[in-house]
């Protein structure tokens, strides 16, 4: 026991601190000091203030000004010495917050204002697709150029959020399972159209949205083009100069018509002379025919949709037969020409050729859809005017390529019908085997009105035109 007067007084051994003590030690020291000079320099600084404006009632506004003193730099440096000596304590179980628990530590986690730009630095609104600073693209991510222009009077529509053009592209992300979202979608100077992302794309992806957006800018001169940017734009109606009752309308339906009777005549030609019954009928159950006369457009091509898909359902099985047999492989499909028991490699390359021509047209009028552009050229009549598929307009032009497809599809599975010994087809031509016919309709011309029907005024021309190689 320590007795003053006795002369027995013991100083007390000062204890070894720990790493943790110690910088517990330094820590609180610092920040009592940190404390008691920003408690000092505030009481002056708010004396200061009052002597300022005579201590009026309502003028005190220490309590904001008190938040803008503080000096920032004075905050970081507290911060990184507190760490670095907390560090030093080597004791991982106790956080900085823990060794501040009932402290006030807010003055740590204030940021400094922001600042008001001056009137040099004042920003001027930035062009469509650029980002705040007035520069294309805002440099965070990872920009693409598509290579693709379109004119000055769409960009507008295609910069905005819910353009068409944007979906497209964000499509191709969704579609191979990329986690990348669009930052913006901008014109340079040149017109070009590019995109930036928030990380790096594979080429695949790439590829693919320039080969959309190469097929969409085909279709720009199309009517309804601005129209269908919009993604809010859907369904189907006629062009404006082709409404139901116009010359165009006339022309292209009758057109149809006619092409109807001349594959209905050689159709029933290859069922009674070679039993092929699939050209004519939809089923072997019924005498449903698969192309019929029609008054209304959009019958008619609704008819031709379900003609193409046919032949492509055809193609698609044929492939699945030759990938599972190991023998001869057959390139078209056999019962829907003539069966020899033998048939010449000549014979089979022409038909090859013959069938590769119906499916190359038949993919052709398939994958035109109105995801790419306006001009669609039959999926559309399959639906009704008012649906969810984005906007098609319907004009004599995109008609007339339908008939031209038609014309050749027509030439070339009846192929055989005009053959020689060997059926190489170098015998005559299905448009006089069509033209002879005592079945085809030759009222149509009699009571048809129109001076040109896509390129033939009569039957004869039409006949022609189907010899034409």
């Known amino acids: 026991m320590n007795d003053l007067n006795s002369g027995t007084y013991k100083i007390p051994r000062k204890k070894k601190a720990s790493p943790l003590t110690d910088s517990t030690t330094l820590l609180n020291e ?20 009052k002597n300022k404006h005579g201590g009026k009632k309502g003028t005190d506004k220490f309590s904001e000004f008190k938040y803008k003193s503080s000096s920032s730099d004075k905050q970081t440096t507290y911060q990184q010495n507190s760490y670095k000596h907390f560090d030093q304590g080597k004791d991982k179980c106790r956080s900085f917050s823990e060794l501040h628990k009932g ?17 040099s630095q004042k920003s001027v609104h930035p062009p469509i697709g650029a980002d705040r600073s007035g520069n294309s693209g805002s440099g965070k991510g990872v920009i693409y150029n598509t290579m693709i222009q379109f004119p000055i009077k769409f960009h507008k529509t295609i910069l905005q959020k819910d353009s068409r053009i944007r979906a497209i592209v964000e499509k191709q992300f969704y579609r191979n399972n990329t986690r990348v979202s ?17 990380s790096e794309l594979s080429m695949v992806v790439v590829e693919s949205v320039e080969y959309d957006l190469s097929r969409v800018a085909k279709n720009f001169g199309k009517e309804g083009f601005e129209s269908w940017l919009d993604e809010k734009s859907n369904g189907w109606k006629l062009g404006s100069s082709f409404g139901s009752k116009s010359a165009g309308y006339r022309r292209i339906l009758n057109a149809f018509n006619k092409l109807q009777d001349v594959y209905k005549v050689l159709a029933t030609i290859a069922d009674k002379k070679h039993n092929i019954r699939d050209l004519l009928y939809k089923n072997e159950f019924e ?29 698609e099985m ?10 001869v492989r057959i390139k078209y499909p056999s019962h829907l020409f003539p069966s020899f028991s033998t048939p010449s490699p000549s014979l089979q390359n022409h038909r090859t050729k013959c069938w590769r021509n119906v499916v190359t047209q038949c993919d052709s009028l398939w994958k035109s859809n109105s995801n790419l552009g306006p001009a669609c050229f039959i999926h559309w009549a399959a639906h009704g005017s008012k649906n969810q598929y984005p906007l098609t307009i319907v004009t004599e032009e995109v008609m007339e390529e339908v008939i031209a497809s038609f014309i050749i599809i027509i030439k070339n ?35 048809s009105k129109d001076c040109l029907l896509f390129g033939f005024e009569n039957s004869a021309q039409l006949r022609d035109m189907l010899d034409r190689n």
């Open 103 to 119: 402290r006030d530590i807010s003055v740590l986690k204030r940021t400094p204002p922001r600042l008001k730009p001056s009137s």
């Open 30 to 49: 610092s920040f009592q000091n940190l404390t008691l000079s920003t408690i000092t320099g505030s009481a002056k600084k708010k004396d200061r203030y």
């Open 182 to 198: 669009m930052i913006s979608l901008y014109f340079n100077e040149l017109n070009y159209l590019k995109y930036e992302v928030n």
């Open 287 to 315: 005498k449903c025919e698969r192309l019929k006369k029609s008054s209304h457009l959009t019958d008619m091509v609704s008819s031709m949709r379900a003609f193409v898909e046919y032949f492509r359902f055809e193609d």
């Open 413 to 447: 599975i009846f192929d055989y019908l005009a053959c020689d010994a060997e059926c190489t087809g170098n015998g005559g031509s299905i448009g006089s085997v069509w033209y002879e016919s005592s079945n085809r309709r030759s009222s149509d011309w009699e009571t």
């Open 318 to 327: 044929l492939k699945i037969n030759n990938n599972r047999n190991t023998g």
